[in-house]
């Protein structure tokens, strides 16, 4: 909670000499002294924030400031409770994989991509087997068009060191 007061200047915080004042109903006050904006908030036993420290000339406002904070909090919260949090799940396969293993690698990650969850595709290569990083391709080929109905290729194959790697995303409707 004190982060997001960190973000404000408050009452004596203020150290400009001409503000442009706020109410808390949306009124202006026009162009004042410091000074005297803040003996206008405390007369209201309101406090003096500065919301747009960068205009010209500064905008505050004359608010409750706990009840702002708390209102920013729960907005916060509110916002955090509707993002859609994707993971990114992996499936290994090897230059040797055979077809119906290749079937089955398939259907779990459609499974994944059905969830929302994005599918990292890897091939590992033991020794000289990175010498034929195309068998890698044409499997990695294989596997898109057994999940390509449900899928668009967010990162297209690549080969980085010993492993050949493919980032799946679900498509959006």
Do not use: W
Not at 117 to 128: E, S
């Amino acid at each position: 909670m004190n982060i997001i007061s960190k973000d404000f200047l408050v009452n004596e915080e203020i150290r400009e000499k001409e503000i442009r004042v706020i109410t808390s109903d949306g009124e202006q006050l026009g162009i004042i002294s410091s000074t005297d904006a803040l003996k206008i908030a405390e007369e209201r036993e309101l406090d003096l924030v500065m919301i747009a420290p960068t205009a010209k000339p500064p905008v505050c406002k004359i608010m409750n400031f706990g009840k702002f904070i708390y209102e920013q909090s729960k907005k916060d919260k509110e916002a955090k409770k509707k993002q859609k949090i994707t993971n990114l799940k992996e499936v290994r396969l090897s230059p040797t994989i055979e077809e119906h293993d290749i079937e089955i690698k398939a259907n779990n990650a459609k499974k994944f991509l059905l969830a929302e969850d994005k599918v990292k595709v890897t091939i590992r290569f033991r020794g000289r087997e990175a010498d034929y990083s195309f068998i890698g391709k044409k499997i990695l080929d294989l596997f898109l068009i057994k999940v390509g109905d449900i899928c668009v290729i967010e990162k297209p194959a690549r080969l980085e060191g010993k492993n050949m790697t493919m980032v799946l995303a679900p498509k959006r409707a």
